[in-house]
């Protein structure tokens, strides 16, 4: 079955970067849309980044467009999401998803099959 391995999350400050990490166990990684959902203390789950399985087509959410940009490695069954100029509302537990093919409609969180278990990113202002 496949799973879901963050890595990268830690505390940083208001306008620096960081770089998360993906590792996807399982068959056919090149076979999958690749996403990144944050959740933030008493908000709801955001989509904010995703990559297709069939090519470089990617989309974000306004919220972090400019700034974060989503890439996958398939050699490496490895996705990222490089996160710059980060500010303090960018504080969430992220989580690395995955659907097989095409998620029906990529903006939704429960349309991604499978979950890793979460990284924390705090950024301090």
């Known amino acids: 079955q496949v799973q879901l391995v963050e890595s990268g999350g830690r505390l940083v400050q208001a306008g620096g970067s960081l770089r998360l990490s993906c590792t996807f166990s399982g068959p056919s990684f090149n076979t999958y849309t690749m996403a990144w959902v944050r959740q933030a203390p008493g908000k709801e789950r955001e989509v904010v980044a995703t990559m297709w399985w069939s090519g470089s087509r990617t989309a974000y959410a306004d919220s972090v467009k400019g700034r974060f940009a989503i890439s996958r490695d398939n050699a490496k069954n490895t996705a990222y999401l490089q996160m710059n100029s980060l500010k303090s509302e960018d504080t969430a537990v992220y989580y690395c998803?995955?659907?097989?093919?095409?998620?029906?409609?990529?903006?939704?969180?429960?349309?991604?099959?499978?979950w890793g278990q979460g990284t924390q990113v705090t950024v301090s202002s």
């Open positions: 998803v995955a659907e097989p093919r095409d998620p029906i409609t990529y903006t939704k969180p429960s349309h991604y099959h499978y």
